[in-house]
């Protein structure tokens, strides 16, 4: 993880699981880093760093960084580790970044992978959604001490409910409801599918989902970012069915069960692509300026070269107040962090 700081007292949290040369599950013990990156003079630094275990000492593992949530109250950052490849371990750390004391789950499964994590500061509890190798998904409570399974809330079945997209998912703790849009292909058409789970059910009935339907001509969805503060609204960015498409963005209104586009709103190019192949798309919320930031990183096609955009965008008006092309010396390794902004 990163911390990325855009002023003196808002900062951005950056996760990354590191091992030597980065990639290597062969060192011991793994590790992850916590830094800060100022987006202003476009460099980063070390905060800390965190240790665990995946109780196995082999190097099968390509550990990375999954869905991070941030309790504000006990200054804990929850991190959730998976891996890139078939060898798989997940588990999730708890790191306090102003003491740097950090404790780990007490399990570590050896299957799936994380579709989100949230903290609910009403509540005061964790949630996440989790995968197994047999297509199922949980959506369970974590004690936010323990980090120790108290709850599941529901399971499903892909082929019921389609395959979740972690950068696409939006929890609202006051009204106690989660929405995605999940993805399945269909007849040879890959298809995005609105979902949403309604907390207040859990433990009344074993589906909590009331909306799952198709949403007509909308292909491929990056990202979601929910504005809880003030409008209720979600930014997304949106390719077109192919990571060579240009990214647009509009907005969408879960009281409206993602009817697409919001108000008729025409989608706004966020960034034109130019013949190059998107990679990774991150979206960071700043509810305080009320812009996202948004890191792109694309490569050429045929030589590979990577360019790593930064840019940020007015929540409301979609206007973009700044796009910067970053460096591996400004942002190293961009699309192997996680990226998480604190006020």
Same mark, same amino acid.
């Given at each position: 993880?990163?911390?990325?700081?855009? *002023?003196?007292?808002?900062?951005?949290?950056?996760?990354?699981?590191?091992?030597?040369?980065?990639?290597?599950?062969?060192?011991?013990?793994?590790?992850?880093?916590?830094?800060?990156?100022?987006?202003?003079? #476009?460099?980063?630094?070390?905060?800390?760093?965190?240790?665990?275990?995946?109780?196995?000492?082999?190097?099968?593992?390509?550990?990375?960084?999954?869905?991070?949530?941030?309790?504000?109250?006990?200054?804990?950052?929850? &991190?959730?580790?998976?891996?890139?490849?078939?060898?798989?371990? &997940?588990?999730?750390?708890?790191?306090?970044?102003?003491?740097?004391?950090?404790?780990?789950?007490?399990?570590?499964?050896?299957?799936?992978?994380?579709?989100?994590?949230?903290?609910?500061?009403?509540? #005061?509890?964790?949630?996440?959604?989790?995968?197994?190798?047999?297509?199922?998904?949980?959506? *369970?409570?974590?004690?936010?001490?323990?980090?120790?399974?108290?709850?599941?809330?529901?399971?499903?079945?892909?082929?019921?409910?389609?395959?979740?997209?972690?950068?696409?998912?939006?929890?609202?703790?006051?009204?106690?409801?989660?929405?995605?849009?999940?993805?399945?292909?269909?007849?040879?058409?890959?298809?995005?599918?609105?979902?949403?789970?309604?907390?207040? &059910?859990?433990? #009344?009935?074993?589906?909590?989902?009331?909306?799952?339907?198709?949403?007509?001509?909308?292909?491929?969805?990056?990202?979601?970012?929910?504005?809880?503060?003030?409008?209720?609204?979600?930014?997304?960015?949106?390719?077109?069915?192919?990571?060579?498409?240009?990214?647009?963005?509009?907005?969408?209104?879960? #009281?409206?069960?993602?009817?697409?586009?919001?108000?008729?709103?025409?989608?706004?190019?966020?960034?034109?692509?130019?013949?190059? /192949?998107?990679?990774?798309?991150?979206?960071?919320?700043?509810?305080?300026?009320?812009?996202?930031?948004?890191?792109?990183?694309?490569?050429?096609?045929?030589?590979?070269? &990577?360019?790593?955009?930064?840019?940020?965008? /007015?929540?409301?008006?979609?206007?973009?107040? *700044?796009?910067?092309?970053?460096?591996? *010396? /400004?942002?190293?390794?961009?699309?192997?962090?996680?990226?998480?902004?604190?006020?």
């Amino acid at each position: 993880m990163q911390l990325n700081r855009t *002023e003196s007292k808002c900062r951005l949290f950056f996760f990354r699981k590191k091992k030597s040369s980065y990639f290597s599950s062969s060192f011991f013990p793994h590790y992850g880093n916590l830094s800060v990156f100022d987006t202003k003079l #476009k460099k980063f630094s070390t905060v800390g760093n965190f240790t665990f275990d995946i109780h196995d000492h082999s190097a099968l593992y390509y550990l990375i960084a999954g869905p991070t949530a941030f309790n504000k109250n006990s200054n804990t950052v929850y &991190l959730s580790i998976t891996t890139g490849n078939a060898f798989k371990r &997940l588990l999730i750390v708890a790191y306090n970044y102003k003491k740097k004391t950090y404790s780990q789950s007490p399990w570590v499964y050896n299957i799936g992978e994380f579709g989100f994590l949230f903290y609910d500061p009403l509540q #005061k509890r964790l949630i996440g959604l989790r995968s197994n190798s047999t297509f199922t998904y949980y959506v *369970e409570e974590y004690d936010i001490k323990t980090l120790d399974t108290v709850k599941i809330y529901t399971q499903q079945n892909v082929s019921q409910y389609a395959f979740f997209n972690r950068r696409c998912s939006s929890f609202d703790y006051n009204e106690n409801w989660i929405v995605q849009v999940r993805s399945r292909f269909d007849s040879s058409v890959s298809n995005s599918y609105w979902i949403k789970m309604d907390l207040n &059910l859990v433990g #009344k009935q074993e589906d909590i989902v009331t909306e799952f339907h198709v949403m007509p001509h909308a292909y491929y969805f990056a990202t979601m970012t929910y504005d809880i503060q003030k409008t209720k609204l979600i930014l997304c960015t949106w390719q077109n069915g192919s990571s060579f498409s240009d990214i647009y963005m509009f907005h969408l209104d879960p #009281k409206q069960n993602g009817t697409f586009p919001y108000k008729n709103q025409n989608r706004k190019i966020l960034l034109k692509i130019n013949g190059e /192949q998107v990679e990774t798309i991150r979206d960071i919320w700043n509810p305080v300026k009320r812009e996202v930031l948004y890191l792109i990183q694309t490569n050429t096609g045929t030589t590979m070269k &990577l360019i790593r955009y930064m840019l940020r965008v /007015q929540f409301d008006t979609r206007q973009i107040l *700044e796009k910067s092309i970053l460096t591996d *010396e /400004q942002l190293p390794l961009m699309s192997s962090w996680e990226y998480l902004y604190l006020s």
